[in-house]
């Protein structure tokens, strides 16, 4: 199973834009990119999944390199509930490799 | 999205009994469901796969005979923790795959918080 990494933390200000980074180097070839929300006490929820290139939503965006070894979230005009962890998976589940949860982005936003 | 449910979403029991905890997939059929584990400030650890019919695959460290898993229907799957201990005591997530336009989403139950006295 590919293994992911992301900061452990980040802080920001309302308003603003933020990107979050994820590193999947050994990322494979059918594996799609997912990006999960959580807020304490409360169930993971889903904000964007892609392949490559970029994919938008009305929440985020999600740009994926040439070589998928990394991506990026980006989370347009952050507010305050926007405080959250967000975490990055990869994998297949189509083959049945399950979604591994790495530690997850704690993303604090300040007023 | 697809909606999952979990019920009890909070549970406080005295140590060694056993408390069952049910997922349900309200609008779509699942026919795999996930059963993670997370305990505070860290993240989710899958314990279980459950599949509609067979029997469950749990990951290694995990105690099939404490932690039964049930997935009698394609909308309900089941974790009974049996004679649990404060040990125990975690936030229980569970999840369910959907199949849809070429890819699957898992969508999250809203957890459940299990705390043995």
């Known amino acids: 199973l590919a293994k992911t990494t992301q900061p452990i933390s980040m802080d920001s200000y309302e308003g603003q834009e933020v990107n979050i980074t994820c590193s999947h180097n050994n990322i494979a070839t059918n594996d799609y990119i997912t990006w999960y929300q959580q807020f304490p006490s409360q169930g993971p929820r889903f904000i964007i999944q892609g392949y490559k290139t970029k994919v938008t939503n009305e929440v985020a965006s999600l740009f994926i390199p040439a070589d998928r070894k990394s991506s990026t979230l980006s989370l347009p005009r952050v507010s305050l509930s926007d405080t959250a962890v967000y975490y990055c998976?990869?994998?297949?589940?189509?083959?049945?490799?399950?979604?591994?949860f790495g530690g997850g982005t704690r993303l604090m936003v300040k007023p | 999205g697809a909606v999952v449910s979990q019920h009890p979403s909070r549970v406080i029991c005295k140590s060694g009994t056993s408390v069952k905890i049910e997922c349900r997939s309200l609008d779509f059929q699942a026919t795999t469901m996930f059963w993670y584990r997370q305990f505070p400030k860290q993240s989710l650890m899958l314990m279980a796969t459950s599949n509609e019919g067979s029997k469950a695959t749990y990951e290694q460290g995990v105690e099939k005979d404490k932690f039964l898993i049930n997935h009698a229907s394609l909308t309900l799957s089941t974790l009974t923790v049996t004679s649990a201990h404060p040990e125990d005591s975690s936030f229980y997530i569970c999840s369910a795959r959907v199949r849809g336009q070429g890819y699957n989403e898992q969508f999250f139950g809203p957890g459940t918080r299990l705390t043995v006295l």
């Open positions: 998976l990869v994998g297949d589940s189509n083959a049945g490799n399950m979604l591994t």
